[in-house]
């Protein structure tokens, strides 16, 4: 599963890209936990003043998807370069990654598990202890795990980066991974009631 894949394997996977436009590809499924279809239909003028507007995926029959036709994202620092060298001076009605074999389109369904697949294959080269390999799909669930596990997020937060319809669909499938627990929030609990003593 996504979850065994940490932080650091995730950064072997975008490092070992093959080129500029599969890092930032991978580095948007990964770092910001969209889904492949909807990085797929990010355009050019989607990327605004360190934010993505993501347009949400999925049918009104998928309950896991939020109904509001669009979330805005905040853009990890280490990816807003990548993106903003990626979108240049094209056109806003771009699409942010265009195919590069049918103009005007933008790259297959297939094309993020093909990147993903490459870059897999050159991070496992030289090392000892090889990274799962999984779709691209997954890259948004190592993003949920890494953001609870590791950087130790509200669940609140990672709900909304990949557009969790309810906070407790993402804590159903993740709610595990966190390391919060209550001690830290009964210490606060603790601290407040002190000082209002």
Known sequence: MAADVDAE????????????????????????????????????GDLRAGHLSVLNGGSGTDTTKTRDSRRVLPVPALLLPWLTELAGDRPKSDWMFPSPRRKGAPIAKQYANQAFTRAVA???????????????????????????????????????????????ITLDRYGHLSKRGL?????KID???????
Do not use: C, W
């Open 122 to 168: 050159r991070a496992n080269e030289d090392r000892e202890e090889k990274i799962p390999r999984y779709s691209a799909h997954a890259l948004r669930h190592t993003f949920a795990a890494i953001s609870l596990s590791e950087a130790e997020a509200d669940l609140l937060s990672v709900s909304q980066a990949p557009g969790h319809a309810r906070p407790s």
């Open 191 to 197: 601290a407040l009631v002190a000082k209002a003593s």
């Open 9 to 44: 394997q995730l950064m072997a996977i975008i490092n070992a890209t093959r080129d500029d436009f599969d890092r930032a590809l991978l580095g948007t499924l990964g770092l910001m936990g969209p889904r492949s279809g909807e990085a797929r239909s990010l355009l050019v």
């Open 183 to 187: 001690a830290p929030l009964m210490a």
